[in-house]
């Protein structure tokens, strides 16, 4: 696979709730953007809050925008809060540094898009991205283990 599909990014938010509903998660929301940062599927479950699905997308474009899960850019934001500050700044405040933004990864490592999720704690939400990802046959990265 080169590129993700309007379908692989379906196929991705359903495998996310399902996940979600496994664990009896708080209701989440589900981003799922290409590797160039463009949203391809957003999906909120009832009862998401109204900042969910811009947290979402926060988590995933940040893994992106610096090509590692958010997990890490939420332990750069403690280390250098500086630095995810300026981040914050250039990507006029789209950066989430909290973990639950993963990279998708084809089986050659390379970058497809990535998974945002909100809703429950934040390290719910990055395993339910975890097993979107690796319940399609690709490559999690969520930057360390959870």
Same mark, same amino acid.
């Given at each position: 696979?080169?590129?993700? @599909? ?6 991705? @938010? @359903? ?5 979600? +509903?496994?664990? %009896?998660a708080? =209701? &989440? @929301? ?5 590797? #160039?940062? $463009?949203?391809?599927s &957003?999906? +909120?479950?009832d009862?998401? /809050?109204?900042?969910?699905? $811009?947290?979402?997308?926060?988590k ?6 610096? #090509?590692?899960?958010? +997990? ?8 250098? =809060?500086a ?9 006029? #405040? /789209?950066?989430? =540094?909290?973990?639950?933004?993963? &990279? ?7 970058v &497809?898009?990535?998974?945002?999720? %909100?809703?429950d704690?934040?390290?719910v939400?990055?395993q339910c991205?975890i ?11 969520? #930057?360390?283990s959870?």
């Open positions: 696979m080169s590129a993700l @599909t309007l379908k692989d990014a379906v196929n991705l @938010t @359903t495998q996310a709730i399902a996940a979600g +509903r496994a664990v %009896s708080a =209701p &989440l @929301t589900i981003a799922v953007l290409d590797a #160039g940062g $463009h949203l391809i &957003l999906q +909120r479950e009862g998401a /809050s109204l900042l969910r699905p $811009h947290i979402a997308i926060g995933a474009w940040g893994a992106i925008a610096l #090509g590692k899960g958010s +997990r890490l850019l939420a332990l750069d934001a403690q280390q250098r =809060p630095f995810i500050a300026a981040l914050n700044s250039l990507g006029q #405040g /789209s950066v989430v =540094p909290a973990p639950g933004g993963v &990279l998708i990864r084809d089986s050659e490592g390379n &497809l898009g990535a998974v945002g999720i %909100s809703g704690l934040s390290d939400d990055e991205a097993s979107a990802i690796e319940a399609q046959g690709l490559r999690a990265d969520a #930057g360390v959870a």
